[in-house]
């Protein structure tokens, strides 16, 4: 798994969520139904500004790399509150749902709606949002309301992180570094994630 740089920052980036459910329309009338299924999770398409020539270099071998092994990204959380966490785990394994509890946080530490974090299990990083803003409790245990529902049962004390990365596949003709004739670099790409 590459790490692609953290700086600099993206121009522009394009979240997408991908949804495996589907709506069901019978052909002969009646209630349309939503089928949800397992597996939901996050994409995201990121362009890069305009490089200097020694980052463009940087980032052309990160990706290529990243083509062939993978990347992570650190995810940028514009305009969220500025929180320590603490060191927040699970609280009890075999967890499954749109709710994840979880210990160790920071009493009173405020998390925000749609706020993105990981949950890493077996040394990957699942990304999650917060389907609700919340706080931890006194005694640093909250429950962790989810949009999707978790695609991987955590065991007792798997961490959380709070300052979140999306890792997952680069594809080939998403990997983009042009360096032009005023020698700086343009380009971006988009990273799927894993599972």
């Known amino acids: 798994m590459i790490d692609l740089p953290d700086t600099p920052g993206p121009a522009d980036s ?15 009338g009646g209630a349309v139904q939503r089928i949800n299924r397992n597996g939901n ?12 020539l020694s980052d463009a270099l940087r980032w052309r071998a990160r ?7 993978g990347a992570r990204w650190k995810i940028r959380q514009v305009g969220l509150p500025i929180a320590s966490f603490g060191d927040v785990r699970v609280a009890g394994a075999e ?15 405020p998390w925000a709606l749609g706020q993105f974090v990981n949950l890493i299990v077996g040394g990957q990083r699942y990304l999650h949002q917060m389907a609700e803003p919340g706080a ?29 990365r999306i890792e ?20 971006g790409f988009y990273i799927e994630e894993m599972g």
Do not use: K
């Open 14 to 28: 394009e979240w997408h969520p991908l949804d495996f459910g589907s709506t069901r329309v019978p052909p002969l």
């Open 136 to 164: 931890f409790a006194a005694d640093g245990t909250a429950t962790l309301p989810l949009v999707e529902p978790l695609r991987v049962v955590p065991g007792d004390n798997d961490v959380i992180d709070w300052a979140p």
């Open 63 to 69: 990706l290529t790399s990243a083509v062939r092994e």
């Open 95 to 109: 967890q499954t749902g749109m709710f994840l509890t979880v210990d160790g946080g920071t009493a009173g530490a």
């Open 41 to 52: 999770r996050y994409a995201i398409q990121v362009q890069l500004p305009s490089l200097s």
């Open 168 to 187: 997952g596949f680069v594809p080939q003709e998403s990997a983009v570094m042009r360096i032009g004739s005023d020698r700086r670099g343009y380009g």
